[in-house]
Nanobody, 125 residues
Framework: QVQLVESGGGLVQAGGSLRLSCAAS????????MGWFRQASGKEREPVAA????????YYVDSVKGRFTISRDNAKNTVWLQMNSLKPEDTAVYYC??????????????????WGQGTQVTVSS
């Protein structure tokens, strides 16, 4: 019954910024860790960033560290991914996801069981 809807993707020049939003419906949003993943054409889906249930702990893969910021507002049932200094290598479909277990967080793809439909991010040179 949980649904995630991403928005905010689009076409941007290298060096530009985008902010992705993930709107969640369903109960107990504030008890689950959340994550952002991406999948480029021809590649496996990979983690980008994650955030703990309260928002006090964040995780990033090395390729986006210092450029991307994940945040959440449990009162709004929303998770964001602020993406700055975008590179063509960031081009992918970005997915919001919710972990299968409460009170946990991290970048382990297999621990996420609810996924949005994705939003396309394209970064041109």
């Amino acid at each position: 019954q949980v649904q995630l809807v991403e928005s905010g993707g689009g076409l941007v020049q290298a060096g530009g910024s985008l902010r992705l939003s993930c709107a969640a419906s369903g109960p107990n949003f504030g008890t689950y860790g959340m994550g952002w993943f991406r999948q480029a054409s021809g590649k496996e889906r990979e983690p980008v960033a994650a955030i703990s249930w309260k928002g006090s702990t964040t995780y990033y893969v090395d390729s986006v560290k210092g450029r991307f910021t994940i945040s959440r507002d449990n009162a709004k049932n929303t998770v964001w991914l602020q993406m700055n200094s975008l590179k063509p290598e960031d081009t992918a479909v970005y997915y919001c996801a919710q972990r299968r277990g409460r009170w946990n967080s991290g970048l382990e793809r297999l621990e996420y069981d609810v996924w949005g439909q994705g939003t396309q991010v394209t970064v041109s040179s």
